[in-house]
């Protein structure tokens, strides 16, 4: 009987056993397995992760586009070691020597940079005008203007060690070389600067800043960071890069990459753009001379760069086109306004 019980028992607890195993797997009617639940919870980690992500890197982009890049023009400028390879090349058309030599900072930092000078007398010092013109230009800057009167000119090569002129994909595989050349510039001048200080026949309290179409946003950069530049001029530049190279290169590329190349260029060059340290030469006198048809400065930009810059400041429109180096009377109408505005505002 005994035997019997137990045949008659085990069939029913083998069908509450699976009973009890059917209720606990998942079904639509069912409760949700521990998995099944964690799904939503991982999705939510994800997408907060992604979100947090994307804010990182906004505020990072936000960061590189808005700093003060100042300091770091300073560092990298260093101090002046060394003055060496003294040549002289020429003799300019007002009669002043034409010398060339290579500046040495203590972060490695090397310009070559030309001077055009009185001969040298003892105890007499004049004012002195460093100008940075276009890349093709360079150094060569000093030489353009036919009369500089009583200033002593410098004037340097953009730091840059690549192939002068690139086309086409070269453009991709030496970008990070240019890149670095544009932005040591603004140093490359601050040490330039500090050359004209201590030279015998300069006076420092009299060193001025030219910026020259292209040179523009290293001169307003570097005179924004070196304090004892006593004014600064900007002929025919403007501000807002994004725009100044769509508007001057717009017409050579596809409409609908002239956008992106605009964008990514001004991106690049973003601890250079000018209205950025515009503000920061006050109290010092500005001076910005325009073209009234200019092919490469929109009035837009010349706008920008003006609003940008506090008083003192002046604002000269002169009739033609854009500044060409080969263009010598443009070039010594430009030279003359600048010299008028220096002598008013007590700079020579």
Same mark, same amino acid.
């Given at each position: 009987?005994?035997? %019997? ?15 009890? %195993?059917?209720?606990?797997?998942? !079904? ?7 998995? *099944?639940?964690? &799904?939503?919870?991982?999705? &939510? ?40 390879? !003294? #040549? ?17 900072? $203590? ?7 030309? *001077?055009? $000078?009185?001969?040298?007398?003892? /105890? ?8 940075? /013109?276009?890349?093709?230009?360079? %150094? ?21 060690? /690549? ?34 200080? #201590? ?32 004014? =600064? ?24 990459? #002239? ?32 073209? #009234? ?16 810059? &506090? ?13 060409? =180096? !080969? ?15 220096? =002598?008013?505002? /007590?700079?020579?």
């Amino acid at each position: 009987m005994r035997e %019997r019980f137990r045949n008659t028992m085990l069939p029913a607890v083998r069908d509450w056993r699976s009973v009890s %195993r059917i209720e606990k797997c998942p !079904s639509g009617g069912g409760q949700d397995s521990p998995s *099944s639940r964690e &799904r939503p919870t991982r999705g &939510r980690r994800a997408a907060f992760l992604v979100v947090l992500g994307l804010a990182v890197v906004a505020a990072a982009l936000w960061r590189y586009r808005t700093l003060d890049y100042r300091p770091a023009f300073s560092r990298a400028a260093g101090t002046l070691v060394a003055v060496r390879d !003294s #040549t002289l090349v020429g003799t300019a058309a007002d009669g002043k020597a034409l010398t060339d030599v290579t500046l040495v900072s $203590a972060t490695g930092l090397e310009v070559r940079l030309r *001077s055009r $000078a009185f001969p040298r007398r003892d /105890g007499e010092r004049h004012p002195a005008v460093l100008m940075i /013109g276009g890349f093709a230009t360079g %150094r060569k800057a000093a030489d353009l203007p036919h009369a500089t009167e009583n200033l002593i000119i410098a004037s340097i090569d953009y730091p840059y060690d /690549g192939p002068p002129q690139l086309r086409g994909r070269e453009w991709l595989r030496h970008l990070g070389d240019v890149r670095r050349g544009l932005l040591r510039t603004p140093s490359a001048l601050l040490l330039a600067a500090q050359y004209l200080y #201590t030279r015998e026949d300069v006076d420092p309290s009299r060193v001025s800043i030219v910026g020259v179409s292209l040179g523009v946003p290293f001169a307003v950069a570097a005179a924004a960071t070196d304090r004892r530049l006593s004014g =600064a001029a900007y002929l025919h530049g403007g501000g807002d890069i994004r725009r100044l190279y769509e508007y001057a290169y717009g017409s050579r590329t596809p409409d609908w990459l #002239t956008p992106i190349l605009s964008w990514t260029v001004s991106w690049l060059t973003a601890p250079l753009e000018p209205t950025k340290y515009a503000g920061e030469i006050a109290p010092r006198p500005t001076l910005q001379i325009n073209a #009234t048809r200019d092919d490469f400065i929109p009035r837009a930009c010349v706008t920008a760069l003006y609003d940008a810059t &506090r008083e003192p400041k002046r604002l000269l429109w002169i009739d033609g086109g854009h500044v060409d =180096a !080969s263009e010598a009377e443009i070039v010594e109408s430009l030279m003359r306004l600048t010299l008028d505005w220096m =002598a008013e505002e /007590g700079l020579r």
